[in-house]
């Protein structure tokens, strides 16, 4: 056989396998047969398949020019939803879902199936809604951003009513974050939940920002290893406190947010900067705070130190109304002689389930998963953009096509949570001018 | 055609993919949407049978509408995977006895089997048995080996399950963690004078104790066990620990504290900011300290070098105070260790120095902080009033400890053996050969990854810096790095042409 027939042979073979897998590859297309149509509040139809729903978010997988996307649809953005039952659903290749498992997908997802009770009317309802968890995440402006909060304001209206005799317990479990995260937090609090719900706190670890954006929350509760306060602002390390103007911006802020909880700003200073303070409790029980450690008759916070309050300690100041490990211990502080706990009773949690609160767990899941994956998505991106600017024009659309999925899958990220924008970008303008570019780039690849 | 081409590429990266994953650990199955056959027949096993051949022995652990969670073990390394539905041809499943109530609940690799559990109660009663006719039920976890390896979270939540399972009211921790340093001929004994105030993988130990036990056992005070910890050497991480319950008693040599650098340990930079990261710290530990009977100044004393804590006798009871002692019957426990003060060497050799507070037998039971000194486990049953008409119903406990123990030595072995592997794999020749070194490579890295996965908690920061092993932010090892080799490898080989 010369070179040349085997050539030819070879190529011959090869294009028939490629023709072959092409039609298999059709069949493949999770949108080859899907019918399911998003239909968004601005008019925009998305045919595809629905690939996941939760917590009103739909992600649906749409093919536009052979090119693969999946958009993640917010409750906000969405009209309605169109369903195609008898499009058979196609699965992700294993390879990628193997390694979707502990990337882009949650993980280990938490299965929160579980029996909702009946409720009964007139007996005020209340839930519990975390802001923060150890297994997912908790760092404010990140797992614990004002966003998805107000996101949960409508489930909550619905699920405690609008009457106002629901009661709303926030759950905090956080080592701090983002300072400006926490006005956003503070403002959604404020000016969004009290008005609605009887706001409660259930302080577990509330330490730096999170103790700062609840303290706008009169009505305080600790687990018995709850802890609140260090709240000095600092820059990247140790060696960088913030200071001079930018110091006296938060004290500021801090001593407005106090007033809103109606807690002396002596005591969150405390908090703030090593400032000593003692405290006497009069015979009506008003707690009066001396800025020096000597004045009252008790030491809140020592000389030199940075004030965190633990469960005796806050309840010793009246800080803390009580002292409360389980829903029932806490419904019994808040004086409440009947309560209905809104949720799905779920096995591993110690409060009912709420569908707000699934919603904020599986936000976090979500941050997390992106969280881990964000770093090799980019990553494989630069390497699958960098491998179609290398490739001959018949292999290019390929690594475009891959290209462009990694770049949609980095965009539903910064959908889902986007102040990761922030961390990555440094802001929204930022993030638009880099996907912009490389929308232009990807473009021009295929021209 | 442009269309179609991209479509034929993209159909052959997943077909190859596809068949890389199958024959790694980690890896999935080729996965077609039609619904499985199941059957139920044979003995021994479980066994699924996937579309592609391949089959999979183990024990099926949980299962839903959709997928199927397998236990299995391979290379001596016990790992736990769940399938789809639509990747299996056919479930084989083994002899067994009945599922328990308890077994669907979440598990990590030394989760009781179902057929293997000999309960003493029914599982259904779980929780809710106290002492019944037989007397009160208890389960006995001896926490012997380095804190944060052999000591871990999975195992004690097993171990914690099993408990629940079987009706246990009385959870006995035997504290005895190895206040060493080094690996293996290296290790030897830390003295008083080392301290390390180490609390992350306390706080997930504990989070064992104050979070899991009340979401399985019940929140309310009376459905939550009764928690006794008998120390033996609680040193370093391992002293936040006890702090979670006042029932608490001391071996005649036992040692709780070895955590008093936490001044230092924060390193230099802007005082405020370490005393903010300090004030945490230590309430952090308070809050574990307000669940076991511990006062704030104990803690205090035993954490800051710089604290002086002193204790006076009122009524027969302990009243701590900072200071030095003024009166007659006022002790000093703890002084400011700077200059003329600082421990010196001899006493330290004997345990006696000061700088710090280190809590032996004598000093605890002295300060009402221990229960009392007992020598053996028999004692200890005794003193419990649990000698007698005490039943255990640990069983299995020594299986899910051991059973972690082995499978992390293992693991650590197998994952040494494959990193070096790795090194050695030269992806060269032909084009063939090229894919079958970068196939090779994937395997491994899946195989890596699934160690990781499981087993990741139990190996030291110290031992992965060791070994080349990258660390995430939380100190454990970084299964996206290998993650993102695996992708770099995938796209050189798409890159790669005849």
Sequence with gaps: MNGKRAMSRWNMTRWLMLCALAVVGLFASPSAFAADKVVLKDGTVLTGTIVRETSGIVWIKTTTGGIETERMVLPDELKSVERDAGAAKTEAPAEEKADDAAGDQPANGIKLEGDEPEYKPGVPRALVLTLGDEQNGHMVGVYMTAEIVRRAIPTLEKELGTDRTGILVLRVHSGGGMLLELQKLSDVIENELKPRFRVVGWIDHAISAAAMTMHCVEEIYFTTDGEYGGCTAFAGGADKPVEGFALEEILYMMEKISARGKHDPLLMRSMQIQMPLSATIDENGNVKYFPDATSGEMVVNPDREVLTLNAKSAERIKFSSGRADSIEELAKHMGLPEVQWVGKRVRGYPWPISKAEEMQIRFREQTKADQAAEGRLWESYGRRLAAAQAAQERDRASFVGQARQNLERIKAIFRNNPNLKLLRFGGERQYREWLDEQERILRDLLK | ?498
């Design chain 2, 1 to 498: 055609m442009r269309r179609k081409h991209t479509a034929a590429m993209m159909a052959l990266v997943a077909g190859m993919t596809g068949l890389v994953g199958v024959c790694g650990l980690g890896g999935a199955t080729p996965a077609l949407a039609q619904s499985s056959a199941t059957r139920v027949d044979g003995s021994g096993p479980d066994t699924l049978i996937f579309r592609n051949g391949n089959t999979l022995k183990g024990e099926i652990v949980s299962e839903t509408e959709k997928t199927v969670k397998i236990k299995s073990t391979t290379n001596g390394i016990t790992f736990e995977m769940e399938y789809p539905k639509a990747d299996l041809l056919e479930i084989k499943r083994g002899t067994r006895a009945p599922e328990s109530k308890g077994a669907k609940a979440d598990t990590k690799p030394t989760a009781p089997a179902a057929a293997e559990v000999k309960s003493e109660a029914k599982a259904e009663d779980a929780g809710t048995v106290g002492a019944g006719p037989d007397g009160t039920k208890y389960y006995y976890l001896s926490l012997k080996g380095e804190f944060g390896s052999q000591i871990s979270q999975t195992p004690i939540r097993d171990a914690v399950d099993d408990a629940y399972k079987n009706g246990a009211r009385v959870l006995i921790f035997e504290m005895d963690a190895n206040w060493t340093q080094g690996e293996g001929e290296m290790t030897q004994d830390k003295k008083a004078f080392q301290q390390e105030f180490s609390m992350s993988r306390a706080e997930r130990i504990n989070d064992v104790i104050l979070k899991h036990i009340p979401s399985i056992y019940g929140s309310a005070p009376e459905d939550r066990p009764q928690v006794v910890f008998w120390i033996k050497n609680a040193m370093g991480g391992a002293a936040f620990v006890p702090m979670l319950s006042c029932d608490r008693y001391f071996h005649p040599d036992g040692k709780m504290g070895g955590i008093g650098n936490l001044t230092e340990m924060m390193g230099t930079g802007s005082e405020r900011v370490l005393e903010k990261w300090r004030g945490a710290a230590l309430q952090t530990a308070m809050g574990f300290a307000n669940w076991g009977c511990m006062p704030e100044i104990v803690i205090r004393g035993m954490a800051r070098r710089e604290q002086v804590v002193s204790v006076r006798y009122i009524d027969g009871k302990p009243d701590f105070f900072e200071g030095y002692p003024s009166n007659p019957g006022e002790e000093l426990l703890t002084d400011s260790g700077k200059e003329s003060e600082q421990d010196t060497i001899d006493q330290l050799a004997r345990w006696q120095g000061n700088d710090v507070i280190t809590l032996t037998a004598d000093l605890a039971t002295k300060l009402q902080l221990s229960k009392g000194t007992v020598s053996t486990k028999g004692e200890l049953l005794e003193t419990l009033g649990l000698s007698r008409n005490g039943v255990a119903v640990d069983q299995r406990v020594e299986k899910i400890f051991g059973g972690w123990a082995d499978g992390l030595d293992r693991a650590k072995t197998r994952l040494l053996r494959i990193l070096r592997d790795y090194q050695d794999v030269r992806v060269e020749g032909t084009w063939e050969e090229r894919r079958a070194a970068r196939g090779r490579q994937m395997r491994m890295l899946d195989e890596i990854m699934t160690i990781l996965r499981q087993y990741g908690e139990g190996m030291l920061p110290r031992w992965c810096f060791q070994n080349g092993i990258p660390l995430n932010e939380s100190g454990e090892p970084d299964i996206n790095g290998y993650l993102n080799e695996k992708d770099k490898i995938k796209t050189e080989q798409q890159l790669d042409k005849r």
